[in-house]
Antibody, heavy 119, light 109 residues
Framework: EVRLVESGGVVVQPGGSLRLSCAAS????????MHWVRQPPGKGLEWVSL????????HYPDSVRGRFTISRDNSKNSLYLQMNSLTTEDTAFYYC????????????WGQGTLVTVSS | EIVLTQSPATLSLSPGERASLSCRAS???????LAWYQQKPGQAPRLLIY???NRATGIPDRFSGSGSGTDFTLTITRLDPDDFAVYYC??????????FGQGTKLEIK
């Protein structure tokens, strides 16, 4: 059974930094592209980043590029998201998601971790 | 950047009825790159349909996807009480970029 468990969500002040983690199990982690997707409470979904199977390639939308960094440790079956220069606009549930083999879609998701940016 | 517009924002139906949810792209897209997700309150999204027509693993056959070009539809026949949720369409684009529609809430009438 595929399992993704996020952690690290807390309340942080504007301008602060935070690192999220995602522990993966139930599949061959280093075979797949992995993603972070976020959702402000009560709102829609926004893709935040991807990292290829070997960590060699990363991509971000304009909204987080230069502030967020995705990384992975295949020896630990773990995915990370380093978030810097946080603003209130970054308040959201952050989901770790497994990419499909293509990788065009997200076929498994974690339960999410809540990041609140507030003074 | 391609924008996905879902309609209606809210759809009120009764169990046993048929639901049709629309996702319109701002320009022509490949059906290979279009997916649908279901999200229930307090839960993560779940992949329902990929490649516009293909059901994901374990998805009942009352869920079906159709469409091409700019217009795509998720159809749910014979609504089950468990189907009332928010549904999102998602598009894979070049760069790469992953775009979601704003969602349609399917509520019990």
């Amino acid at each position: 059974e595929v399992r993704l468990v996020e952690s690290g969500g807390v309340v942080v002040q504007p301008g602060g930094s935070l690192r999220l983690s995602c522990a993966a199990s139930g599949f061959t982690f280093d075979d797949y592209t992995m993603h972070w997707v976020r959702q402000p409470p009560g709102k829609g979904l926004e893709w935040v980043s991807l990292i290829t199977w070997d960590g060699g390639t990363t991509h971000y939308p304009d909204s987080v590029r230069g502030r967020f960094t995705i990384s992975r440790d295949n020896s630990k079956n773990s995915l990370y998201l380093q978030m810097n220069s946080l603003t209130t606009e970054d308040t959201a549930f952050y989901y770790c998601a497994k990419g499909t083999a293509d990788p065009l879609y997200f076929d498994y998701w974690g339960q999410g971790t809540l990041v609140t940016v507030s003074s | 950047e391609i924008v996905l517009t879902q309609s209606p924002a809210t759809l009120s139906l009764s169990p046993g009825e048929r639901a049709s949810l629309s996702c319109r792209a701002s320009q022509t897209v490949s059906s290979n790159f279009l997916a649908w997700y279901q999200q229930k309150p307090g839960q993560a999204p779940r992949l329902l349909i990929y490649g516009a027509f293909n059901r994901a693993t374990g998805i009942p056959d009352r869920f079906s996807g159709s469409g091409s070009g700019t217009d795509f539809t998720l159809t749910i026949t014979r609504l089950d009480p468990d189907d009332f949720a928010v549904y999102y369409c998602q598009l894979y684009g070049t760069s790469p970029m992953y775009t979601f529609g704003q969602g349609t809430k399917l509520e019990i009438k």
